[in-house]
């Protein structure tokens, strides 16, 4: 009698399946060894970035709790959902483009953070030597440097972002920290800065024509 094997290969497909899908997402990862990761999958604890390692946050990619730069890392969040706060400190680096972020963004010591997409939750710190740049349109304060002594207990600072997201948070200025604003590289000129080069063009225009009618009649 020729004895079927199909309902045991079934049986075993269907336990696997059941296996993978009780597979925890990844707990707490500590990145350390100066390569570059893409983070587009869950992670289920927090994660913490050292040396020259660099961590990319990517659409469909999770941090359950917080996240964290040190040493000379980089972190760039163009995408995905941060659950918790994001901490720099040391010389890291920190871009922010896009993505969720449900608590506050702190910057410690020489960290680089900057923020130009995205939605942040909460507030916004600069501590120490710190350098926090936001660009952005329309915001009610003007472009430029602001320091220790300017938002010392917070101060509410609304526009919108390069990637177009409404702003409106407290940033907190700390014990040497630098707040920047700045305008998108790629910002439309001001309508007066439009009508003032209109204008030098037509006097270009017009002193070229008298030049070749000059030419014309000599």
């Known amino acids: 009698m020729q004895r079927s094997f199909q309902p045991v290969m079934t049986t075993i497909v269907l336990t696997a399946a059941m296996l993978l899908a009780c597979v925890p997402a ?4 500590i990145l350390n060894d100066d390569a570059t990761h893409n983070l587009d999958y869950a992670v289920a604890g927090y994660v913490s970035v050292w040396n020259s390692t660099t961590a990319n946050l990517l659409t469909g990619g999770s941090i359950d709790w917080y996240l964290q730069s040190f040493d000379t890392s980089t972190v760039n969040i163009s995408g995905g959902t941060l659950v918790d706060f994001l901490e720099a400190y040391d010389t890291s680096e920190v ?16 960290s680089t953070v900057t923020v130009s997409g995205g939605s942040i939750e909460k507030d916004l710190y600069a501590f120490n030597d710190s350098t926090l740049t936001i660009i952005g349109t ?5 472009y430029g ?7 010392t207990n917070g101060t509410t600072l609304t526009g919108t972002l390069e990637d177009g997201t409404a702003f409106n948070n407290d940033v ?8 920047t604003l700045a305008a998108p590289a790629t910002a439309v000129p001001e309508p007066s800065s439009i009508a003032m080069f209109g204008i030098g063009a037509l006097g270009l225009f017009g002193y070229g024509r008298r030049r070749r009618q000059t030419s014309a009649a000599a």
């Open 145 to 151: 440097d602001y320091g220790t002594g300017n938002w």
């Open 172 to 179: 907190t200025i700390f014990s040497s920290g630098t707040v």
């Open 95 to 110: 871009n922010v483009s896009g993505g969720t972020m449900g608590d506050n963004l702190y910057a410690f010591d020489d």
């Open 138 to 142: 329309g915001f009610n304060f003007a």
């Open 26 to 29: 990844s707990a707490d990862l």
